[in-house]
């Protein structure tokens, strides 16, 4: 074929094709997310934003050794000098004034930044003052923090010894103080401020302490003796934190323009000192009229942001704190910028005597050290906002005109919606952050702040997360004490996020009294249904598993609240106040008595038949927490738990399997309730279930139906299946119960009766393969199978004890139902629900002990043989050893392989005691007798068990919901993004779409007068019994018996071959590809009416079931027309797919035809086909909305769906008087139908005219025919062995008998054939496992 070369060089034919081939506009099915994610929440982030540790500076030492007036020794000053101390000249008064002054004045400039903690002054001291002062500071701060200021001004510089100096009494001596001593009486967790030269001296000598301290410590702990052992350990010096003027080796600046303690005036009054030293730089000039004397009068306070100190004051704030934030590791900025309030100051401040003090050739020291940060490019902006304050100032003073606030705020939110607007998906965090939480301490600018932060957090939970790490909780916390209309949608929006990603705010909100305004904006009916969305899920947080919130929200009457939106039209809406309900009233009596009271449950029941799924979920997620209670039980709760019941069971075959799963939970919740009646229903069904043979379709198996045994080597394993249910060890732990189950023969050799017998039979394939969590199944899959349809026999209400039809017995043949659910994790969870119910019951009813546990004489059922020689009959399969089990060994299983004969594993008792103990039992016991040494106390296990079911079963349903609001919600889907790879990608698939359709049509419309060049040949692993091209690429699917194998047939190589996952009693009866124009999904139908949809296949990945369900309820078994045709005796399942509408008809051995609406996951339509026997052939026409179906009456049948059920029927043609083996409606506005019976007759009927407009004769005794769709061929399989082609004009155009290059080698009799919907290709299936292609001759192709 030379169709890829053609898609590589040309893109024309679009503009050909027909309006009703628009690919772009028709719908996908199940494509949804909860198809193609798994359901589960998103995995919690670490919550480092939250401080472990608050910490407050509750004393602070201020010691000062100046000695005005006498210099010290080692210091030669300059003239003139730096003298300012605490802006004061110590010169200008007496040497004691000028110190106390200084002292109080230090003391005013610590309490701008702490007022409340404690201030001790210690001026000019001696060591005993010092201790004293520190020691009774510490005992009074207990575990808070100590600030230990010392300005060393008037004293030695600090010594390579680790000592700093203070004084004798007299004043006539310099005494050395040791750091160590003094890390003794300050204790930990303190902050020290060295104001002296060589400052950085003691920050080392201080570490090299802290660490001798740690080994003496350890030293003390290994040898009781050790002195230090006996007294009371100091803390360790880790929570310390230090800041020193300078470095080791350099002096502080003497310049006089600047203060002498400029190191205490940064840390102390920033903003003075900024100003002071903005004017002695050059670039001052530029400011004309400002002096140092002017800027001593800026107007205004500091923490008044109005005025001009204030606001330069906060642009400060902002500036330090978002250059920290960009500099400083996280965790290290959590800790000195968001502990401590006073601690955060002085490190802000710290960064502005860095950028200082760097410029007179000094460089500020602390501990823990920080990256430099003095040439961060926010300096600049720092610059320019002085700059325009200062240029004012003049006027301002002067004149007295108003003061213009600075545009800092504004520029830096439009900096930060540059960056969000304008940048790329991975990129580093926007600098801006930090600001943008100072802005929404402004009024002016709030609204804008929150819009930009919520479009930031909207990016995804790192945002998040990252806005939680500035410190954005409290603001946002506190912001909901405002009554501002406008601000509801961002809050709402903004909580919604912060709670999607750390739900452990629920706590903070309830103690604020948050819940209250998300309760009203819940409850405002103006509100757009968007924000009353976010509401209802950040209550439905606030509830969750907490009792507080739910106690909380109940007063704030959000039952009544919730239920009014029940009918909203917004889906997500619905689905989030039924989640909301659902979990207010979780293990919460009160809140659900007020359900009671205002008929919740029937509210919630309106619910279960919505159109979209995720709402149907939440609804059963409701009604099951509803019933979950488990507070006492009164009758009338009683009666409202078994209304509650019946009403969830109507959802048995939801087309959703999310909604399937949820319903399990719900009813598992049921059980945990009434598990005594529960026990008592299992007792009586288990017994029925050991005394009654069902006639299974596995026991009248024909000759014909048998796959013959695979024996060929050269067929590879079966690929196993990962999909997101762990099917791989589902599937195959079923598929080795059935082959087990298959061998239970007798001598005869006629079927055993299809039951495991005993309960411990089966169960252990399911163990040794490791169900997901390895628990031991007590009923296997086949008992649960078997006694699902021994429930449904009639005969069985005389024969059961329990009033049949009581709640109870329905509810478990629901789960019944369940556990041979098609999709896998349904099934899981039904099978654990019941197992546990069976093995209760096991444990309730005790019968004795088994004395003898190798005699085979009790309880063994009658068998056609003597009792003794064959112990096989009784159960199904035997116990595989379970040393093989892969609990016991590390190996994986290996799935069955589908190429050996299957062998019975011999029976060997375990050794040692680890296996699961079923295996320990003696063949023949009891039904519920424990085993050998394995009594069990009395009130050993019921409490263990009962949490055992609820606590595994859960579905992750409202985790996964929640994600979506953890998602970026206003971020363009990628499939709309024009230059996105899923949009090229699609583009491709649509070019090459119109290519084929262009260039087969070419080939058809010239008319077909050959069809017999064989282009491929290939031995499927398995008989094959439906073939499938797809529509577009060059693969085909051929399913045998219960798998699929994929082959490309243009190269001619296998693709892949997987399991299906049907029982052993099934087969797969027609396939369908959906979205086959895009990305393909896989329809398989089988003939237990079960449904399930792979992706994934024949590509590098594993396939995996997207969704499974039962499409058609109640197959009835029937036999065909003919019972010489080998193929098929009951049509099975046959179905048709529409992609245009997404609806898919299903029928076969039912009297109905039932529409399934693949968006909705829903049944919509019921059509009765008014006849007594199976439909064979299902075709329909969206345009006019026709089904046409042909019957194994031989009658070929016409319906209307738009028509009610009575009168839907609009035509019925009795023409042929034999089994329909395919009724084909053309899908031209007036397109015939044409159909075709096993005698070979062929129909063409006009949908409006009662009788056949034309008839053709083809080979009699039919087993498969199928109808070209565009090239009117007629393609008939016959019994004998060859395959006849026609037109619609009743011409022979070709006969194929044998097999190219195979010597000739006759035509297997035909199982299946199929034509491509486009090419004039013909796939032929024979019963000798070929698998062939025929198409024209090459020089047409």
Not at 512 to 527: E, P, R
Not at 739 to 759: D, V
Not at 1238 to 1256: A, K, M, Q, Y
Request: proline fraction near 7%; hydrophobic fraction near 40%; glycine fraction near 4%.
């Amino acid at each position: 074929m030379k169709m890829d070369a053609d898609l590589l060089h040309s893109t024309v034919g679009l503009s050909e094709e027909e309006p009703d081939m628009n690919d772009w506009e028709l719908p996908l099915a199940f494509m949804k997310k909860r198809h193609s994610e798994k359901i589960e929440g998103s995995k919690a982030l670490a919550q480092s934003w939250r401080m472990k540790d608050r910490m407050k500076t509750v004393s602070v030492a201020l010691v000062l050794c100046l000695n005005v007036g006498v210099d010290p020794p080692d210091v030669v000053k300059t003239s003139p000098c730096a003298r300012l101390e605490c802006w004061i000249d110590p010169l200008s008064m007496s040497p004691q004034k000028a110190l106390e002054t200084i002292g109080a004045n230090l003391q005013k400039q610590y309490e701008n930044w702490q007022p409340r903690a404690r201030y001790k002054q210690s001026l000019d001291p001696t060591v005993d003052e010092v201790k004293k002062l520190c020691t009774s500071l510490r005992r009074n701060a207990k575990e808070e923090r100590v600030l230990f200021h010392y300005n060393g001004h008037g004293v030695p510089r600090p010594t390579v010894n680790g000592e700093i100096w203070v004084f004798n009494k007299n004043y006539t001596q310099y005494i050395p103080l040791s750091i160590y001593d003094l890390q003794t009486w300050m204790g930990s967790p303190s902050i020290f401020v060295y104001d002296c030269s060589n400052a950085g001296i003691i920050v080392k000598s201080f570490k090299q302490f802290a660490l001798q301290r740690e080994q003496e410590l350890e030293v003390a702990a290994i040898n009781p003796s050790h002195p230090l052992a006996q007294m009371s350990l100091p803390p360790s010096m880790k929570n310390c934190i230090q800041l020193a003027a300078c470095e080791a080796s350099e002096l502080l600046p003497m310049n006089p323009d600047l203060p002498a303690d400029l190191f205490t005036s940064c840390l102390t009054t920033p903003i003075k000192i900024a100003l002071r030293w903005f004017c002695m730089q050059k670039s001052s000039k530029l400011v004309p009229g400002v002096t140092l004397d002017l800027i001593e009068k800026i107007p205004g306070r500091l923490n008044d942001r109005r005025t001009p100190l204030g606001e330069l004051n906060w642009i400060f704030t902002a500036i330090t704190d978002t250059i920290a934030w960009n500099v400083l590791p996280r965790d290290l900025f959590q800790k000195l910028f968001r502990q401590d309030l006073l601690v955060a100051s002085l490190f802000r401040n710290f960064l502005l005597a860095e950028r200082i003090m760097r410029s007179y050739n000094c460089t500020p020291v602390s501990s823990p050290r920080l990256p430099p940060t003095y040439m961060h490019a926010m300096w600049q902006a720092w610059d320019l906002a002085v700059d325009i304050c200062l240029s004012q100032l003049p006027t301002i003073i002067e004149e007295g005109t108003a003061f213009r606030h600075s545009p800092f705020f504004a520029e830096q939110l439009t900096a930060f919606q540059v960056w969000l607007t304008m940048g790329v998906e991975n990129r580093n965090p926007p600098e801006q952050l930090p600001i943008v939480l100072q802005v929404l301490l402004s009024q002016v600018h709030r609204l804008r702040a929150l819009d930009l932060l919520g479009r930031f957090l909207d990016l995804g939970p790192w945002a998040v997360s990252l806005a939680l790490s500035v410190g954005i909780f409290p603001y946002v916390l506190k912001l909901l004490q405002s009554s501002a209309r406008e601000l509801r949608p961002l809050l709402v929006f903004i909580w919604a996020k912060i709670l999607a990603v750390d739900s452990s705010c629920q706590a903070d909100l309830v103690k604020d009294n948050g819940h209250k305004y998300f309760l009203s904006v819940l409850a405002d009916s103006y509100m757009p249904a968007e924000h009353r969305t976010m509401a209802v899920f950040i209550l439905a947080v606030i509830v969750n598993s907490y009792s507080t919130g739910q106690e909380a929200c109940l007063q704030g009457n959000l039952i009544a609240n919730c239920l009014e939106q029940l009918s909203d039209p917004h889906p997500l809406l619905r689905q989030w106040v039924a989640i909301c309900l659902g979990r207010i009233w979780q293990n919460f009596d009160p809140a659900r008595w007020c359900g009671v009271r205002d008929s919740a449950h029937e509210k919630l029941y309106t619910l279960l038949s919505d159109p979209i799924p995720e709402v149907r979920c939440a609804a059963v997620f409701a009604l099951g927490t509803f019933v979950g209670n488990s507070a006492e039980r009164t009758d009338h709760s009683t009666t409202i738990d078994h209304n509650v019941a019946m009403m969830l069971a109507q959802l048995i075959n939801d087309g959703s399997p999310v909604v399937r799963k949820e319903l399990v939970v719900a009813l598992s919740h049921l059980v945990v309730q009434y598990e005594s009646n529960f026990c008592t229903v299992a007792i009586q069904f288990i017994e029925e279930e050991k005394n009654y043979t069902v006639p299974s379709p596995a026991n009248t198996a024909e000759p014909g139906n048998l796959t013959p045994v695979r024996d060929s080597p050269a067929i590879p394993r079966l690929r196993s299946v990962n999909s997101y249910t762990n099917i791989r060890a589902v599937t195959t732990a079923r598929n080795l119960n059935k082959s087990l189950q298959n061998l239970n023969l007798n001598e005869e050799g006629a079927p055993a009766a299809f039951s495991p017998g005993n309960l411990s039979t089966s169960s252990s394939a399911s163990s040794t393969l490791g169900s997901p969590d390895n628990d031991e199944y007590i009923l296997s899959f086949e008992t649960l199978d078997k006694m699902r349809r021994v429930s449904s026999y009639s005969s069985l209400n005389s024969l059961i004890g329990v009033s049949f039809n009581s709640v109870y017995t329905q509810i478990w043949r629901v789960l019944l139902h369940l556990a041979a659910d098609p999709f896998p994790e349904v099934s899981d969870l039904a099978m654990k629900v019941l197992n546990s119910i069976a093995y209760k019951a096991m444990m309730n009813a005790r019968p004795q002990r088994i004395l003898d546990s190798g005699s085979l004489t009790q309880s063994a059922p009658a068998s056609p043989t003597s009792k003794g020689t064959h112990i096989h009959h009784t159960g199904g399969s035997p116990p595989i050893p379970s040393t093989s089990s892969s609990s016991l060994t590390n190996e994986v299983p290996k799935p069955p392989t589908r190429d050996q004969p299957a062998t019975r594993p011999p029976y060997t008792p375990t050794l040692g005691g680890q296996a699961p103990h079923s295996h320990q039992f003696p063949r023949t016991r009891k039904m519920f007798d424990k085993g050998p040494e394995q009594a069990a106390e009395d009130g050993d296990e019921p409490c263990g068990h009962r949490n055992y079911i609820s606590a595994a079963l859960q579905t992750g349903l409202c985790d996964w919901s929640a994600k979506y609001f953890a998602q970026p919600v206003t971020k363009i889907p990628e499939e709309h993004d024009l230059q996105s790879q899923v949009r090229m990608e699609r583009q491709w698939r649509f070019l090459r779409n119109a290519r084929v359709r262009k260039q087969s049509r070419s080939i058809t419309q010239r008319g077909v007068s050959r069809l017999d060049d064989q282009i491929f040949i290939n031995r499927n692993p398995g008989v094959p019994s439906v073939v499938k091209f797809h529509p577009f690429n060059t693969c085909i699917a051929v399913a045998d018996k219960d798998s699929i194998c994929f082959w490309d047939w243009e190269k001619g190589e296998r693709l892949d071959y997987f399991y299906n996952g049907n029982p052993r009693y099934t087969r797969i009866t027609a396939m369908e590809y959906l979205n086959g124009h895009d990305c393909s999904l896989l329809l398989t139908a089988t003939d237990d009416g079960a449904l399930r949809v792979w992706k994934n296949f024949a590509d590098q990945k594993n396939p995996e079931m997207v969704t499974a369900w039962q499409g058609l309820s109640d197959m009835l078994p029937t036999t065909r027309g003919q019972p010489s045709s080998a193929s098929t005796h009951s049509a099975g399942m046959v179905v048709d797919w529409e992609q245009e509408t997404g609806l898919l008809m299903t029928s076969g051995d039912v009297r109905i035809i039932r529409i399934w609406d693949t968006d909705r996951e829903m049944k919509v339509q019921d059509i009765p086909t008014g006849a007594d026997s199976c439909v064979t052939s299902l075709s329909c026409d969206s345009q006019r909305s026709l089904i046409v179906a042909g019957l194994g009456d031989g009658s070929v049948r016409v319906f209307d769906r738009r028509m009610g059920p009575n009168d839907c029927r609009i035509m019925t043609y009795r023409e042929h008087n034999a089994w329909v083996v395919k009724a084909h409606l053309q899908k031209d506005t007036d397109g015939h139908i044409i159909s075709v019976s096993v005698n070979g007759d062929v129909r063409f009927f006009e949908p409006r005219t009662p009788d056949s407009i034309n008839v053709l004769q083809t080979v009699k005794g039919l087993t498969a025919l199928d109808i070209h769709p565009q090239a009117n061929l007629l393609a008939c399989g016959s019994m004998n062995q060859f395959i006849a082609l026609y037109n619609t004009n009743g011409d022979v155009i070709s006969n194929i008998k044998y097999y190219d290059g195979f010597m000739g080698q006759r035509i297997g009799a035909i199982s299946c054939l199929a034509f491509h919907p486009h090419w004039p290709h013909l796939a032929v299936g024979s019963n000798d496992y070929y698998m062939s292609i025929y198409s024209t001759e090459k020089r047409l192709r």
